[in-house]
């Protein structure tokens, strides 16, 4: 149920409520609605910064890292000072004191099989800003299986998708989810992760930006959501495309699988590759026997520190 604004918030949101679309109704469902956002990263940040700013009453933030110095050129929610604090505590923090007015629920743990029906059914739609497949394969399933919304987004170096999964429609069905594009991940791998590929530090605020603003409009009425359609933005071109997503039923979802194993992860662990301590490496060099050391890292830290090793690209290896 809508909840009244006080003269406060009536003032906050005036130029929401100005507008006839949204006006004082709208702002009262934004205020009653409850939403979560799995992942504080670079698209968690924007969304949770313009959700708060919004007025949504009631957001939680799932998320179990530490603020990096490598996430400071993107995940502008986070300072200097935040390095090596919780992610979920920083953000509760610094968005009350931008919204005083809304409730933030925090989770600092990893997203499961074992928890998420526990956490997601608290909420009225879900916001996956995660960045690997095995957890997007999971969002998606739980959403299906609980009737949520998932207002999905991803990035890769200049690229970035948006889309709305589940969404209920008209006829009583629900749209098509991540699985209908997506029926099988990539081989595990075959896709770096921004870690491992880089990401332009401006495109996560704008996709995060087109799920928030999502989420507002499925929130309020206001417009038509990116269901069964996805958004694929190229910042270098500054092109859009929109494809529609048709239901594959063969890719009916009945319940919760192993996703790590579902994406390859497990069976890339068990392999009979040997490792080496750092302290044992450290004896070898010592003791001068011979040994091939091979660098894996990017050029460019390669050249910043260079560890003596012979310099192959973990991505020409892949490729």
């Known amino acids: 149920m809508p909840k009244s604004l006080t003269n406060l918030e009536f003032s906050r949101y005036n130029r929401h409520i100005l507008m006839p679309q949204i006006g004082i109704e709208g702002q009262e469902k934004l205020k009653a609605a409850k939403v979560l956002v799995i992942g504080a990263g670079g698209l968690g940040c924007p969304i949770l910064q313009y959700l708060t700013a919004a007025g ?26 935040d390095i ?19 409730e933030i629920e925090t989770y600092n743990v990893k997203i499961t099989s074992r928890n998420i029906f526990s956490i997601i059914e608290q909420y009225d739609i879900i916001i996956d800003g995660t960045d690997n497949f095995p957890t ?12 949520k ?7 890769f170096q200049f690229e970035g998708q948006v889309s709305v999964f589940n969404y209920p429609l008209t006829n009583g069905n629900r749209s098509a989810n991540y699985r209908d594009i997506f029926p099988n991940p990539p081989k595990d791998g075959t896709v ?4 491992e590929a880089g990401v332009f530090g ?16 499925i929130i309020t009425g206001v417009g038509e959501p990116l269901a069964s359609k996805l958004l694929i933005l190229d910042t270098l071109s500054f092109t859009t495309r929109v494809l529609n997503i048709n239901k594959n039923p063969a890719t009916a979802i009945t319940k919760l699988i192993d996703y790590d ?30 040994y091939l050391l091979i660098d894996v890292r990017h050029p460019h830290e390669h050249k910043f520190r260079n560890i003596g090793g012979l310099l192959i690209p973990q991505a020409e290896i892949i490729a």
């Open 202 to 217: 401006v495109l996560p605020g704008i996709i995060g930006s087109i799920q928030a603003s999502e989420v507002i409009k």
């Open 261 to 290: 194993e579902f994406c390859g992860i497990k069976k890339s662990l068990k392999t009979n590759i040997k490792t080496i301590s750092v302290s044992d490496f450290q004896n070898l060099i010592e003791t001068e026997e011979d």
């Open 149 to 155: 919304i998932n207002v999905f987004g991803s990035i």
């Open 136 to 147: 997007r394969y999971l969002v998606n399933d739980a959403c299906v299986l609980k009737n």
């Open 56 to 81: 949504v009453g009631t957001l939680g933030i799932v998320d179990f890292d530490t603020v990096d110095l490598s996430n400071l050129q993107r995940q502008i929610l986070f300072t200097t000072d």
């Open 192 to 195: 770096p992760n921004c870690a």
């Open 84 to 102: 090596g604090k919780s992610k979920v505590d920083v953000a509760k923090k610094r968005l009350l004191s931008q919204n005083p007015n809304i």
